[in-house]
Nanobody, 113 residues
């Protein structure tokens, strides 16, 4: 299982970013996928989940209405569109298979004036 996240960066509050997660080493389309974030020194926070076909999505209350999870099974890629970013969204963002603790190295999102 290999997961490679990208797309992070530094943005001002109210800005947008689109994260990507390239998956390999397993049959991507067979697994529900998640985004999780973690602030250094704190525990991980689940952000969003998507069904295998991409038609069912779930979000943490803290991001609902601002973030959109999606996937392209042909490209074996998971996405997270983040809009109306807030300073409290600052974290290292990871993708993962549902229920699997294995993650990539993550991509850092910093929201700061």
């Amino acid at each position: 299982v290999q997961l490679v996240e990208s797309g992070g960066g530094m943005v001002q509050p109210g800005g947008s970013l689109r994260l990507s997660c390239a998956a390999s080493g397993f049959t991507f389309s067979n697994f529900r996928m998640e985004w999780v974030r973690q602030v250094p020194g704190k525990g991980p926070e689940w952000v969003a989940r998507i069904s295998t076909g991409g038609d069912i999505t779930y979000y943490a209350d803290s991001v609902k209405g601002r973030f959109t999870i999606s996937r392209d099974n042909a490209k074996k890629t998971l996405y997270l569109q983040m809009n109306s970013l807030k300073p409290e969204d600052t974290a290292l963002y990871y993708c993962a298979r549902e229920g699997d603790s294995r993650r990539g190295k993550g991509t850092l999102v910093t929201v700061s004036p």
